[in-house]
């Protein structure tokens, strides 16, 4: 039965073909132009650039010139870059442009599709941001379109792992800038840690593309960007605390190993904060009230260390350290520590030195950073599956572009084995037979355990013809993706790995150009090489051709579709034939997930031998409900997520609009008096209450703050004494003190200087109190749940004491902003105010690990499985003075 949805679609087209449709009379007007672009000189093509600023700038917006600047794009690219963007490529940049998402298959050119809309709204002068996920496809991009751009007439610049802040903002100054989305989201938080605006590099949100959108605003977005510094030393606390567990029984907590969660019965918060208030510990009656949110963080600490990391298994003891033991290979990880105090709670719980605790100076999350743009667009291969969540959470349509040419790749239906057993034996003869007939085959995997483990039986079976492909090295990456397509290949690949680099039928000539000819200098030599090369790819396609096309292989099913499809989009590119097959067993997880004891049982009855497969499409659709459902649940969490995040982030945009605003103001004597006569209000108001008589009046404690505050001694005993006195005329006379005092201050500093000290002293007083704030906000997100347990809603309550809190903020900077100004003297010229020690971090929402960790401490000269990421330009760890690139880290040919 046909529903209406299919009947209308059938006649009017679905709404996806229609938008595409839509755009066809631009496309046609685009193609209209050639013949007159083609017939320009090279200096006329150029000068269209300014005729276009020139346009804009009387008044012309950036649609009315799309046609003749698409068009300027096409004619230069084929000039440049040798290659003409297809129409559907012109369709891409159109979506590009209108600020929605680009869904294309793998190789249909999405790096040339940017550079149509980069251009168009690079005319604007606001600066353009192109996003990429890693060091390595910013570099190559930028280098590669930076010609392009250049020839027209426009700047790029590239920002990777390592700049200075003067490279950086030479590289935002540009018209168009290449970077990570890790560098873009530290510049942002780091620019808002500096104390003069000339400091800044980013100079602000106008438009980006992300390249991968679905790998940057989906998989990454699970965790924030942190950058954290060094905290008080608080080893005293964490020791007391520890002290308290082993005096808990077994009713006192409920542990749910599955969830790594530990929490406190009724009966152990009651005996806990009898234990705290003998400590002096316990602010108020209840452990959950809100003052306590820091200590019942540490105390979750340190259950979870007693109860759920064991000795020996999680962690190890070794020279007075606690070191952390992977879980999934069982290495140890030097230099690598649990955030958040937890290793702290395990340092004491050993009995170990305690390091300091890192705290979080400024964090932001990819939904938050990449919503503040103007425009915002998305290009990748696979991002249907996740429509829903880019358009509830960052506005963003999703387009499916045709491609250039039919695909012609084959997908087969699953093959479902009892056993993994049975599954590894089956693929390795599968594997086996396509290399023998010169098919090129690619091995997808879940994990990186999974792919040494399938290269291990590989070995055991005798075939060592393979290359281990995963996300660690990302040039080392590329080109071993780039080769994955010569005839007879076997390349086993994580499934996040290698994006961003196209796998070409009989592999891709400028890779090895690059890798072979190295710095040969241009000329008839390094030509004739070339043509060479060219001529052996020829030869090895047509081979790789007649054997197939590439074979997508896949080990297992991956929770999200859309990272299945990631894997079998690989195949198939440009029009070229290929096929795709996933082997299944019912250990696999989403099979386990799916109920695979029933379908054992099943299976059994039905006579399935050892080593035979199921294979049917019915699997495949049950296996797709089993996927929308994780994915829907996954969705939740992150929009969940989100909800909470956007609490800080409200605060997070004051505090750093309040922050440029006190840079950039010339004059702060408005704002520092202000903040002083409410201090003063507060004060009086405190010692001397409404409508209370004046023996009630508190005037030796006021006296005794306005000592301590305003460092001032003032006769207010005397005062009270005063007949008909009122509470007014104190008020009045205190202010009138203050800001003489403040006044002959600021004359004897001399305006100038006054003016720099008051900068100074509001902007790391703010700074301190947004620190400590983060941190209470990050203690009290981790508590807040239990009020559910109370009838009420966690998000409510959340954002309600987040509220109380920051108004505490603003209390405590006009207390703190008050008292530093009224015993501030100047002994020296002032000093520039130093930003704090910095570390950043960004937990792979994949695998756990902190993409940026301080991975050289602990590294073995000898032992390279210590090393951990180590970047391309760094020493090679082994000690040979080399940089990695050319020593440990060279890419073999």
Known sequence: MVSLGGIASKIFGSSNERRIKSYRPKVAAIGALEEEMQALTDEQLTAKTAEFKAALADGKTLDDILIPAFAVVREAAKRVLGMRPFDVQLIGGMILHEGGIAEMKTGEGKTLVATLPVYLNALAGKGVHVVTVNDYLASRDAGQMGKLYGFLGLTTGVIVHGLDDQQRAAAYACDITYATNNELGFDYLRDNMKYERRQMVQRGHFFAIVDEVDSILVDEARTPLIISGPLDDKSDLYTTIDAFIPRLTEDDYEIDEKQRSANFSEEGTEKLENLLKEAGLLKGESLYDVENVAIVHHINNALKAHKLFTRDKDYIVRNDEI??????????????????????????????????????????????????????????????????????????????????????????????????????????????????????????????????????????????????????????????????????????????????????????????????????????????????????????????????????????????????????????????????????????????????????????????KEGEAIVHPWINKALERAQKKVEARNFDIRKNLLKYDDVLNDQRKVIFEQRIELMDAEDLEEIVTDMRHEVIDVLVGTHIPERAYAEQWDAEGLKEELRTLLNLDLPVEAWVQEEGIAEEDVRERIMEAADKASAEKAERFGGEVINYVRRSVLLQTLDNLWREHIVNLDHLRSVVGFRGYAQRDPLQEYKQEAFELFQALLANMRRMVTANMSHVEIMQQPQEPELPQMQAHHIDGSTGQDEFSDSQAGRDPNDPTTWGRVGRNEPCPCGSGKKYKHCHGQIEA
């Open 323 to 608: 070191v952390i033991i992977d879980e999934f290979t069982g290495r140890m990880m030097p230099g690598r520590r649990y955030s958040e105090g937890q290793h702290q709670a395990l340092e004491a719980k050993e009995h170990v030195a305690i390091q300091p605790e890192n705290q979080t100076l400024a964090s932001v999350t990819f939904q938050n950073y990449f919503r503040m743009y103007d425009k915002l667009a998305g290009m990748t291969g696979t991002a249907s599956t996740e429509a829903e969540e880019f358009a509830d959470i960052y506005g963003l349509s999703v387009v499916e572009v045709p491609t250039n040419l039919p695909i012609a790749r084959i997908d087969e239906d699953d093959e479902v084995y009892r056993t993994a057993e049975e599954k590894y034996k089956a693929i390795i003869e599968e594997i086996k037979a396509c290399h023998e007939k010169g098919q090129p085959v690619l091995v997808g995997t879940t994990s990186i355990e999974k792919s040494e483990l399938l290269a291990t039986l590989l070995k055991q079976s005798g075939f060592d013809k393979f290359a281990v492909l995963n996300a660690r090295y990302h040039e080392q990456e590329a080109y071993i993706v780039a080769q994955a397509g010569v005839p007879g290949a076997v390349t086993i690949a994580t499934n996040m790995a290698g994006r961003g680099t196209d796998i070409q039928l009989g592999g891709n000539a400028e890779m090895r150009f690059e890798t072979e000819l190295g710095d040969m200098e241009p000329g008839p030599e390094r030509q004739a090489k070339e043509a060479a090369i060219r001529e052996e790819i020829k030869a090895l396609k047509k081979k790789a051709l007649d054997a197939g096309g590439l074979y997508v292989l896949a080990t297992e099913r991956h929770e999200s579709r859309r990272i299945d499809n990631q894997l079998r989009g690989r195949s198939g590119r440009q029009g070229d034939p290929g096929r795709s097959k996933f082997y299944l067993s019912l250990q696999d997880d989403l099979m386990r997930i799916f109920g695979s004891d029933r379908m054992d049982g099943m299976l059994q009855k039905l006579g399935l």
